[in-house]
Structure formats: C-alpha cells, structure tokens
C-alpha cells in the first residue's frame, strides 16, 4: 500500500513539474511578442512629400516642362528611392541615388514635353524602401498653342 502511494505521489509531482514547465514556457513566449511600444524600436524609412500633386496650369507650348517635388524622410533609417516610373516617355524623371538620412530633404525633378497640346494628367510612381510602399504622384495642366 506503501508502494501504491508513492506512485502516486511520484505521477502527480512529475504532471505538477510539468505543467509548471509549460507555464514558464508560455510566458516567456508571450513575453516576446511584440508589443505596441516595440514599433518604435524597428528602424523605418517614412517619405513625405510637401506637395503630391503639381498643378503646371495653363502654359504656353514649348515652354519650360520641369517641375519639382520636395520631401523629407520623417522615419528614422535611411530613405532610398529604387525607382521612379511614369506613365507615358513624355514625363522624364531625375532624382539622387544617393540615400536620404533622417531628417533630410530630397528632390525628385520631373521634366513633361511641353510640345504636346491640350490637357495634361499624368502619374508618376516612387517606388523606395519608405513604409507604405510604392507612392503615386500626379502632374497636371494645360498647354496652349504659342501666339
């Protein structure tokens, strides 16, 4: 009888053992999850513009076609542009390579062939490594024939 319950003894601190194993387990892993402060910690690049839109008006044609969009990396890891595409080969894009740090500003230059009569909207696509991914812009306006 002796014997019987040491057995049972035995099971029942092996299962208490247990158990207190997997609850030690669990909140070490719930302990690690992410949090809502934990956000601020990862390092994350944030694009934004001064202006999403550029409006030209109405322009003469042949007249000057580039305009400018301004931005500041408002995250705190390095910005960079990868790419920029429009969507016609009369809107040519030109902007740094070069990373934008914290804080920093850039410029993205557009340049619209200003040949073209009539209105104009055109979308010029940022694509970078910024949370959000990929940022449209739009160009617009009017050209008029030359007096």
């Known amino acids: 009888m002796f014997a019987f319950i040491l057995i049972i003894k035995h099971f029942i601190m092996k299962r208490t053992l247990n158990i207190a194993i997997l609850v030690v387990l669990a909140l070490s892993f719930f302990n690690a999850a992410p949090t809502e402060f934990d956000k601020y910690d990862s390092k994350i690049a944030i694009i934004k513009f001064k202006t999403e839109i550029v ?5 003469t044609q042949n ?12 995250g705190n890891a390095p910005l960079l542009i990868t790419m920029v595409k429009t969507t016609c080969g ?3 894009p030109s ?24 209105a104009f909207t ?9 949370e959000g991914g990929n940022k449209i812009l739009k160009i617009k306006g009017n ?5």
Do not use: H, Q, W
């Open 55 to 59: 409006d030209y008006g109405t322009i």
């Open 90 to 92: 009369c809107t040519v």
């Open 143 to 147: 050209i008029i024939a030359e007096k």
């Open 63 to 74: 007249s000057e076609g580039t305009r400018l969009f301004t931005f500041t990396n408002t």
């Open 95 to 118: 902007y740094s390579k070069a990373p934008i740090l914290p804080g920093e500003t850039g410029e993205l230059n557009i340049k619209y062939d200003t040949k073209r009569l009539g």
């Open 122 to 130: 055109k979308t010029v696509t940022v694509m970078s490594n910024a």
